[in-house]
């Protein structure tokens, strides 16, 4: 008998798929890069964050001993919980598409984990202590300037330092800088006009995500700025692919997981934006 579908060549075809979500994971989530990872590793679900205060140095006289400086850090708990996606790959369809289903499947998994990955840390941003803007007003640079001045007095550096914004709200942005500096020598507001892109403000790097939802009022958005530290993930297990065969249905289950965290680790270090899009 001929033509048999044999392990090896569904191995094979699974091989593709995971190869493929893994690239889409580490490509789409813009959130992931841009907060602290953690590794959960031997046992239990959780990581323990320590978090040490800031201390200072003072001046002392010669021969003087120092005074003794006590070092109690606090610790945030990040706990990880399970999320997947799953879909049915009949041998029929395998068979007779046209297209690679694998990498098709692939990529509709990246992207749906990507996308947990990002609305998960992105909800974080309504934790944060502090405020800028208002939901009822467009985002303005003078409020990107409001936000930085608020993190650089904190002693945070820039380089490190980020802003996360709906692109509706980022309209507003880019509107108001090519606005703002219509007619001068301005490497921001020429760079806004020719492509879009923001690019920097302040010394802070600014990036746009449609995964951010809108507070249940049409045009208005929670954005964040917060430096690297101010939030985490812990990722216990990363994407994961596994199958199913299912005989009397001619058919693969295909399910997709990943176990992870997310956390709030210094308040301090982040700032929510709010702003209100002048366009629905």
Do not use: W
Request: aromatic share 6%; with cysteine; net charge negative.
């Amino acid at each position: 008998m001929a033509d048999e579908t044999t392990s090896s060549t569904v191995s094979e075809l699974y091989t593709e798929i995971i190869a493929e979500a893994m690239f889409v994971v580490q490509e789409k989530s813009i959130m992931r890069n841009l907060v602290k990872n953690y590794s959960i590793a031997g046992g239990g679900k959780s990581v323990e964050v320590p978090i040490y205060a800031a201390v200072a140095a003072a001046a002392v006289n010669e021969a003087t001993d120092l005074s003794n400086t006590a070092i109690n850090p606090t610790s945030v708990t990040i706990t990880a919980s399970e999320v997947g996606v799953m879909t049915t790959l009949t041998d029929l369809a395998r068979n007779s598409a046209t297209r690679n289903v694998a990498s098709d499947i692939g990529q509709l998994f990246g992207n749906a984990i990507a996308k947990k990955i990002d609305q998960d840390l992105l909800a974080l941003f309504d934790g944060f202590s502090t405020a800028v803007g208002t939901d009822s007003a467009v985002l303005s640079p003078a409020t990107i300037f409001n936000a930085a001045s608020t993190l650089r007095a904190a002693g945070l550096p820039v380089d490190e330092t980020y802003c996360v914004v709906h692109p509706k709200v980022a309209y507003d942005l880019k509107s108001g800088i090519t606005n703002t500096f219509a007619g001068l020598p301005s490497d921001i507001s020429n760079e806004a006009m020719r492509s879009g892109f923001i690019g920097q403000i302040a010394g802070i790097k600014i990036f746009e995500t449609g995964n951010m939802a809108n507070t249940g009022t049409a045009g208005d958005y929670k954005g964040g700025m917060f430096h690297k530290d101010a939030l985490g993930l812990a990722m216990m297990q990363d994407l994961k692919l596994e199958t199913q065969r299912d005989a009397s249905l001619r058919a693969d289950e295909i399910v997709a997981t990943a176990v992870y965290g997310v956390g709030e680790l210094h308040d301090s270090y982040g700032i929510e934006v709010i702003a209100d899009s002048s366009i629905q």
